[in-house]
């Protein structure tokens, strides 16, 4: 990767058609009005529904989003898989599509040892030749990479950073200490309400899957923080956390989110699991939405 990947990249969905086949098309347009906010694109992770993606349509997710990018911004894909080998298989054929970097979820439903997770991220770093985000999302595999075994992972060189989304500030600022003083290795915020703070402790960018419904406003905490002023970084934390707190509080953010972004106005689909809203349940994300971004 030849430059730091810094600011918002965000954990884009990913669109389906009327059928619930992929749709490139609007994907496109997605990616389109993600890069009009300045966002980076993060395709194929929990936001993208990876895990209802067979591997065909992970390729052709990541193939579409670095074509419309054209190197205009970061882009970073995810690529884990429950085994070693999977991980592998789909990371060298992502690795080939001209992504800046991958990510790398823990192994999910095994219940594994840290010294497991360091074999597992080691295996596959060293099978590959683009650059290496952990992932770390406990809530979702079951399995929690601790601030010691990613500290022993960081001096792997093909390992350039943690994606966290355990959801706590302490998780985060654990990541961030054993991260200290190591020049090449960045920490990136996952939680949507820890993004400015993140920043400020030392975060060189965050995932934001809230991006996806308002992709300025999740811009502007890293552009005011990015030219120094702290206070509207802030305060433009503070002017979505209404937002993200009622959005999330209809359901599985992922889901809430996509549901969101269809009441905006944009073909992106329903979302493909077994995730469905009641009439009033998606009349209360319209509400949410004409409050907040109309």
């Not at 991006?211 to 970084?233: L, R």
């Amino acid at each position: 990767m030849s430059k730091k990947i810094n600011g918002v990249l965000t954990a884009i969905v990913t669109t389906f058609d009327r059928d619930g086949a992929f749709n490139p098309a609007t994907q496109r347009e997605q990616v389109k009005r993600q890069l009009s906010a300045g966002n980076g694109i993060f395709c194929g992770g929990t936001n993208g529904e990876f895990f209802v993606l067979n591997e065909q349509e992970k390729i052709a997710v990541t193939e579409t989003c670095v074509d419309e990018v054209n190197g205009s911004a970061p882009v970073v894909a995810h690529i884990g898989e429950i085994s070693t080998r999977e991980t592998l298989r789909l990371g060298k054929q992502i690795a080939r599509l001209g992504v800046d970097a991958v990510s790398v979820i823990t192994p999910y439903f095994v219940p594994l040892k840290q010294e497991e997770l360091i074999y597992h991220y080691q295996t596959v770093a060293d099978g590959l030749d683009v650059p290496l985000f952990l992932y770390n999302i406990p809530a979702r595999t079951g399995n929690t990479l601790q601030p010691d075994t990613v500290r022993k992972l960081a001096a792997h060189p093909n390992i350039i950073g943690i994606k966290d989304s355990a959801g706590s500030y302490e998780s985060l600022s654990g990541f961030l200490q054993a991260a200290d003083n190591m020049e090449n290795f960045d920490v990136l915020n996952g939680p949507d309400s820890l993004i400015h703070q993140g920043f400020v402790d030392g975060c060189s960018a965050c995932i934001s899957g809230l991006a996806n419904v308002a992709p300025h406003e999740i811009n502007a905490i890293w552009a005011h923080f990015s030219t120094g002023d702290v206070e509207k970084s802030r305060l433009a934390q503070e002017s979505v956390t209404g937002l993200r707190t009622e959005l999330y509080s209809t359901g599985f953010s992922p889901a809430a989110v996509k549901k969101a972004v269809t009441l905006l106005g944009y073909d992106v689909g329903e979302s493909r699991y077994a995730v469905r809203f009641a009439p009033e349940e998606e009349q209360k994300i319209r509400q949410i939405v004409n409050q907040y971004l109309k």
